[in-house]
């Protein structure tokens, strides 16, 4: 672990991150996947009514889309719905024109129309997609699914499990609550908080696992604006991963997760018969999802250790550039004034007349709003302050940054992340190399507070 002088001081050469999306190579296997945006019959609970979701693929997460490290993603997104819609892949580091934001990498897709999404997957991990098109009623009708990018390390696992995690909002018949999509008090707030936990679409899910085996577990955090957080009935949890980036494993009781981050759990499952996993966020703790180890396999064979991907340190670097984020607004912030689309105007006129209540550097963001413009292959140092009264899972297109991370508890961690949740009143920085040309968003993931301003987008030429 770095100290923080350390951390900040480097001199001399320069860093690189993860390998670039160069130009896709005549020998990469593509993997083929189609994804149809429509509206589908779902039933949340037993006792309620027939509600209709929004899906790609009809079903709740859309389908797994998986590919080894180096492949090609070709995606053919048919929308049908009766809007306009977008793909993002978050946590790839993307060819710019790939990356899904509508107005600035693409048109949206309008209903009706086909659109081809086709990048390389550079980097093992756990990702997902999500549309990108009014993300705070598209992401909440359903319209995301798991993105697995796997190596050959993945072979030692006995079971590689994806949860993907959704907080839904139901109403009293157990159906999505409509009424309230876009509610002023949650876009102000804290955003649009649940009462419905799924993992991977289901209520309280089993899972059996291996005995005497190795299980991957890769949480993914979908929710509009819940901090999910986990416990387990094991003695500590092995992070493994984290944003899809290898970290040096460690061991924590409960972690938070906030909307859009990844974490992959190492367990080893020995001699237990189940694991419980709790959902701890609430007022009170909910049964999230239980594995069963499966007692007749592999009874007394014990295994070597695994191998894990190493941590990629920060490499020494020189003369970054610095770019101030002053983030304001909310209730109970200091926002007095801001700019929204070049006209200066007091904190009750944004909330009143445009519906915004959030800004960086106090201009309030949208998809065209730009943030700075920075050179290819500089060292970028994002100094982020989140001073206003609300947490922020602070999300970064196409790049992976460095932070000193304050999520975990004991040390500050040094780790890579592509989104990364700032408590009220932290400051931060987010290091990283600008190695990745074109128009890059950087939102918060609360997507009503992405929706109400904090949003906006760094160009690298
Ligand atoms: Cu997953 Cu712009 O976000
Ligand atoms: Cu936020």
Redesign the pocket.
């Known amino acids: 672990m770095l100290s923080r002088r350390e951390f900040l001081n480097f001199s001399a050469a320069t860093i690189a991150l993860t390998s670039l999306p160069n130009q896709i190579q005549s020998n990469q296997l593509i993997r083929n996947y189609k994804l149809t945006a429509e509206i589908t019959p779902h039933l949340f609970d037993k006792k309620g009514v027939l509600d209709s979701l929004w899906l790609y693929n009809k079903q709740s997460p859309g389908p797994v889309i998986e590919a080894k490290e180096n492949d090609i993603i070709r995606v053919e997104f048919v929308n049908n719905l009766d809007e306009a819609s977008t793909i993002h892949w978050h946590g790839i580091k993307n060819i710019n024109k790939m990356d899904g934001v509508p107005y600035l990498t693409q048109d949206p897709v309008q209903p009706g129309e086909t659109y081809i999404y086709e990048f390389p997957v550079n980097n093992a991990g756990t990702f997902w997609y999500h549309a990108h098109f009014e993300t705070w009623k598209q992401i909440s009708k359903g319209l995301y699914g798991p993105l697995i990018v796997k190596n050959h390390l993945d072979k030692q696992f006995d079971n590689d499990i994806i949860i993907l995690a959704d907080d839904w909002r139901l109403n009293k018949n157990y159906q999505l609550d409509k009424k309230s999509l876009g509610s002023l008090h949650d876009w102000s707030h804290a955003?649009r908080i649940g009462n419905w936990l799924t993992i991977n679409g289901k209520k309280f899910p089993e899972y059996s696992v291996n005995k005497n085996g190795y299980a991957r577990l890769r949480f993914i955090n979908a929710s509009n604006a819940r901090i999910l957080s986990f416990g387990s009935s094991l003695n500590g949890m092995k992070i493994i991963s984290i944003d899809g980036m290898s970290v040096e494993p460690f061991i924590q009781d409960k972690f938070d997760l906030g909307p859009g981050q990844r974490i992959d759990l190492l367990i080893k499952t020995d001699d237990m018969s189940t694991i419980d996993f709790f959902e701890v966020s609430g007022k009170k703790p909910l049964n999230a999802f239980k594995l069963n180890v499966n007692q007749s396999s592999k009874k007394n064979i014990v295994k070597k250790d695994i191998k894990l991907q190493s941590f990629k340190k920060i490499p020494p670097y020189k003369n970054p550039k610095i770019l101030k984020i002053h983030m304001q607004g909310g209730a109970m912030g200091n926002l007095a004034k801001a700019y929204f689309e070049g006209e200066e105007k007091n904190f009750r006129s944004l909330a009143m007349e445009d519906k915004k209540f959030?800004a960086f550097n106090k201009e309030v963001g949208k998809y065209e709003h730009s943030l700075a413009s920075i050179k290819k292959g500089e060292i970028i140092i994002l100094d982020v302050w989140n001073d206003s009264r609300?947490?922020?899972?602070m999300h970064l297109h196409g790049n992976h940054f460095y932070v000193e991370s304050k999520e975990f508890s004991g040390d500050d961690k040094l780790i890579l992340r592509d989104t990364y949740l700032m408590q009220p009143g932290e400051k931060s920085k987010f290091i990283y190399l600008a190695d990745n040309p074109g128009k890059w968003l950087f939102h918060?993931?609360?997507l009503e507070?992405?929706a109400s301003g904090?949003i906006g987008y760094i160009e690298v030429v």
């Open positions: 955003g959030w609300w947490p922020h899972s918060c993931h609360m507070h992405a904090m």
